[in-house]
Nanobody, 120 residues
Framework: QVQLVESGGGLVTPGGSLRLSCEAS????????MGWYRQAPGAQRELVAR???????NYADSVKGRFTISRDNAKNTVYLQMNSLKAEDTAVYYC??????????????WGQGTLVTVSS
């Protein structure tokens, strides 16, 4: 069974840094896109950053210059380095992947979410 397991969330003071990780596992042939979304209380889920196999990336305007997404294709893992964190970055961060399973079929899969809290 395909699953995404996230780690790295927590409490950080404004201006601090965190690194999120997300590993995909379970009958995967290849992964097209992997990315991070977030959902703050009372708000809709929004794209934070996305990485396309082959090197393409895109970021939300609000995180450009502060967050960096990277992938380790050999480990089926995506990372999100978050620097200069602000209170408005507080949210549950969800990993997302579009991947080809061994069935074979294409799936869009979500992680369970990891909470990032930026507060003094």
């Amino acid at each position: 069974q395909v699953q995404l397991v996230e780690s790295g969330g927590g409490l950080v003071t404004p201006g601090g840094s965190l690194r999120l990780s997300c590993e995909a596992s379970g009958g995967i042939l290849s992964i097209d896109a992997m990315g991070w979304y977030r959902q703050a209380p009372g708000a809709q889920r929004e794209l934070v950053a996305r990485s396309i196999r082959g090197g393409g990336t895109n970021y939300a305007d609000s995180v450009k210059g502060r967050f960096t997404i990277s992938r380790d294709n050999a480990k089926n893992t995506v990372y999100l380095q978050m620097n200069s964190l602000k209170a408005e970055d507080t949210a549950v961060y969800y990993c997302n992947a579009n991947l080809l399973t061994t069935a074979p079929r294409w799936l869009e899969v979500w992680g369970q979410g990891t909470l990032v809290t930026v507060s003094s």
